[in-house]
């Protein structure tokens, strides 16, 4: 979820529901939320949970899932259980006609259950609920891989270092490469990152001490510093922790 110019929030919302009526109501619910609160939404609309997977599988920016609990060959506990893997973020909300199936959504951690028919009064609070629990999360990177998506903690990329036809993230959890031009991974990582070297950026949270020739990180590591960019990095460093 993005925060845009004049504090709105931008969020994209998937609905997922084998019942074209439901889905519709749903839409048309969410939409009119989003006005009376000022934010801007992405409604997108999925009639199984196996549609749902396939575009998942190539954008994960999905922030709200308001998702169906019976449908066809995989119900949504099922489809939440595999999200859940990779994604503690998204904000599940389960749909359903039968109050007997709650119970089954706990261990993924949904963020309520609604009962059809969805009454708008409790749908607008659980979607405000969501947007709060949002504005907490950690801010997530994703970067194409292959032909799919990872997302990846900003708070947790040490520095990215180019070679020749790739660039290579040090994170805490290890290195990840890919291929692509500093230039490129430098707009993707976005604020808080700083070009210091021509091969090299750096996590400006990660910065404990600036020197003349290096950048030295919280892990350990020494990331050179162009002799040209030690004003702006001193600069960065101050806008980081002043």
């Keep these: 979820m993005k925060t845009g110019q004049g504090g709105h929030q931008d969020v ?3 609905i997922c529901d084998d019942e074209a009526s439901q889905r519709d109501y749903l839409r048309q619910q969410v939409e009119g939320w989003a006005v009376r609160r000022g934010h801007v939404v992405s ?30 060959k995989m119900d949504g506990v099922a489809l939440a259980k595999r999200l859940r893997a990779d994604n503690e973020w998204l904000q599940i909300v389960f749909i359903t006609g039968f109050p007997e199936f709650i119970s089954e959504g706990y261990e993924v951690s949904a963020l ?3 009962l059809k ?5 409790k749908l607008v609070e659980v979607l405000d609920r969501a947007v709060s629990r949002l504005q907490t999360a950690p801010r997530m990177i994703v970067f194409r891989r292959g032909s799919g998506y990872i997302r990846i903690p900003a708070d947790e990329i040490y520095y990215a270092e180019a070679f020749s ?15 692509m031009r500093l230039s490129d991974m430098e707009v993707i990582l976005g604020e808080g990152f700083f070009r210091c070297h021509r091969s090299y950026i750096v996590s400006m949270k990660h910065v404990r001490r600036v020197t003349r020739t290096a950048l030295v990180l ?5 990331i050179p510093l162009s002799r040209s960019l030690y004003d702006a990095a001193n600069q960065a ?6």
């Design 43 to 72: 409604v997108h609309l999925f009639a199984s949970a196996e549609a749902f997977l396939f575009t998942y599988d190539e954008d994960k920016s999905f922030d709200i899932l308001l998702l169906d609990i019976q449908m066809g």
């Design 165 to 179: 036809h790739s660039v290579t993230l040090v994170t805490k959890n290890g290195k990840e490469t890919f291929n």
């Design 117 to 121: 028919p969805v009454d708008e009064e």
């Design 112 to 114: 309520h259950y609604l």
């Design 237 to 242: 460093f101050i806008k980081t922790y002043f």
């Design 218 to 222: 919280d892990n350990g590591a020494e």
């Design 12 to 14: 994209r919302i998937a």
